[in-house]
């Protein structure tokens, strides 16, 4: 399982230099424009050169609108501002062929300039309470459009996570679809220590965090901190570890 973590800024990246050796990637975002809010490309340039060059940068583009062309041109803005993973918050897509139309064209934008660039069909677990795309259609999303992993996140962060809005059976079964159609599966939304066992289990691929490891649990007003990045690893490594073994670790 990779480790995803989310700096608002190009300081929050010099924490997570600090931690690279216990991250896997490098996303970023603008938390006050969203859960999957879209930073400046000046942002996303200079966290590409502080984070290590073997460490590849994330770059969200938006909770988006059904504006497939608009869309396209934020993905582009976002690869070539020097993020090689682009994520795309499926927020104004009401059905699956929406999803499906916005990310086609990212797809295209994306890999007509970099072909070995990395799209994310993101949707949010929470989607009844704002009327996107059902969270288990995001892999069949993913697999029509040619984006290589489906994500789900939460949309409304207000203190709730992932496993409130759904169960950790479904978020398995968003795995197993995922995995089916032959794609990497990626789950965030205020995830903690207390979930990776659940997590392991079900084969996720990509875990994204921020608010885990910022100081005070708090994605807003909390700073990325380096001993919470290294903690958060040793738990996810610890929780592999005893997967692999076949005995359940103690939390």
Same mark, same amino acid.
């Given at each position: 399982m990779l480790l995803l973590i989310s700096p608002d800024s190009v300081e929050e990246a010099f924490a997570c230099a600090k931690a690279a050796?216990?991250?896997?990637? #490098?996303? #970023?975002?603008?938390?006050?424009?969203?859960?999957?809010?879209a930073n400046f490309p000046w942002v996303i340039?200079?966290?590409?050169?502080?984070?290590?060059?073997?460490?590849?940068?994330?770059?969200?583009?938006?909770?988006?609108?059904?504006k497939?062309?608009?869309?396209?041109q934020a993905a582009l803005g976002a690869v070539v501002s020097g993020a090689t993973y682009i994520k795309v918050g499926l927020y104004?897509?009401?059905?699956?062929?929406?999803?499906?139309?916005? @990310?086609?064209?990212?797809?295209?934008?994306?890999?007509?300039?970099r072909p070995d660039a990395f799209v994310v069909a993101s949707g949010y677990a929470d989607?009844?309470?704002?009327?996107?795309?059902?969270?288990?259609?995001l892999p069949d999303i993913a697999a029509r459009s040619g984006a290589d992993a489906a994500m789900l996140d939460t949309a409304i962060k207000d203190g709730t996570r992932l496993f409130d809005h759904i169960p950790p059976e479904t978020c398995a079964e968003f795995v197993r679809l995922a995995?089916?159609?032959g794609r990497l599966?990626?789950?965030?939304?205020s995830v903690a220590r207390a979930d990776l066992a659940a997590l392991t289990r079900m084969g996720t691929d990509i875990v994204g965090v921020r608010g885990a490891v910022c100081e005070g649990g708090d994605r807003n007003t909390g700073r990325i901190q380096p001993?919470? #990045?290294?903690?958060?690893?040793?738990? @996810?490594?610890?929780?592999?570890?005893?997967?692999a073994a076949g005995t359940p670790a103690v939390n």
């Open positions: 050796e216990h991250l896997d990637i #490098v996303d #970023v975002k603008k938390p006050d424009e969203g859960s999957l809010g340039r200079e966290i590409r050169a502080v984070v290590p060059a073997d460490k590849p940068v994330s770059a969200t583009v938006g909770d988006v609108p059904y497939p062309g608009t869309v396209a104004g897509c009401t059905t699956p062929d929406q999803g499906i139309e916005v @990310m086609r064209a990212v797809v295209r934008a994306v890999k007509d300039h989607a009844h309470r704002i009327g996107c795309v059902n969270p288990l259609a995995h089916a159609s599966a990626a789950l965030a939304g001993h919470l #990045v290294a903690a958060f690893r040793a738990e @996810m490594d610890r929780q592999a570890g005893e997967h």
